[in-house]
């Protein structure tokens, strides 16, 4: 029987690696670009709708357009698809212990799967060298932190690697395994029955909770993100699925 999701354990997210309760998660306004003329207006009334601040990053591999008065969101779950293509490329575990693993990590967020793919690529030092540098492959830099659920990961940067992972070959196990969410995940994003990867949690520094996902439509990476300040995760899961719709239309899905 598959495990039910859970947050990111306490082990994961000790020392929280998104700067200190008072450091601002806001950018400015970025200029939105055709096709997304208007994304930015239609976002910031999600946003009074919802009660929520969002973050949305699109990359089509020329352009990037931002909107939203988010800029980043501390990874949480997200991070784990970069640890599991580190893990298939340096891990010395069975290739059916990594896959299984893998599954487990992605398809329900499993953190006991995630830990183990992490700790299979060495030291806390190790492991985030590689992932920081699959990453990389990207064109987007990354800090990867030891509690790698706490690393500081922008949307921008976490869009183009989205459109990355868009060029792959869809058949690879990682891929597959981003198509197969657990129903109760597959909110925002997995509205759409696109590859995507959800990442969550509450914040014990300011009551907030965290919610995001990242995939892709088309070719057109996709990265989104709602802080509820009241703690409330029915808002920030209202926010992401209107954002997610929104974004279905934009790009002809």
Not at 168 to 192: C, F, K, T, V
């Amino acid at each position: 029987m598959r495990k039910r999701a859970v947050v990111l354990a306490p082990l994961l997210l000790a020392g929280c690696g998104a700067g200190g309760p008072g450091e601002p998660l806001t950018t400015p306004v970025t200029t939105v670009r055709a096709p997304y003329d208007g994304l930015a207006i239609q976002v910031e009334k999600i946003e009074k709708d919802t009660h929520t601040e969002i973050g949305v990053a699109l990359y089509d591999g020329t352009t990037l357009t931002q909107a939203g008065s988010l800029d980043w969101l501390p990874a949480w779950s997200t991070i784990k698809i970069p640890i599991a293509f580190a893990a298939a490329e340096h891990c010395d575990y069975s290739e059916d212990t990594v896959t299984e693993l893998t599954e487990a990590s992605i398809e329900w967020s499993d953190n006991d799967s995630a830990r183990a793919l992490w700790d299979c690529m060495g030291s806390d030092e190790e492991a985030s060298k590689k992932v920081a540098a699959e990453i990389a492959k990207s064109g987007a830099s990354v800090k990867v932190n030891g509690a790698f659920g706490t690393t500081r990961w922008p949307f921008a940067g976490q869009a183009r690697y989205a459109h990355m992972l868009s060029a792959m070959n869809p058949d690879n196990p990682i891929i597959a395994d981003m198509r197969h969410i657990d129903d109760e995940q597959s909110y925002g994003l997995g509205q759409l029955g696109v590859p995507f990867k959800g990442g969550w949690s509450d914040n014990e520094a300011d009551g907030a909770w965290h919610n995001r996902q990242f995939g892709w439509i088309g070719r057109v990476g996709v990265a989104i993100g709602a802080r509820s300040a009241d703690g409330d995760y029915d808002a920030t899961v209202e926010a992401l699925d209107t954002v997610a719709r929104l974004l279905s239309a934009g790009t002809g899905s």
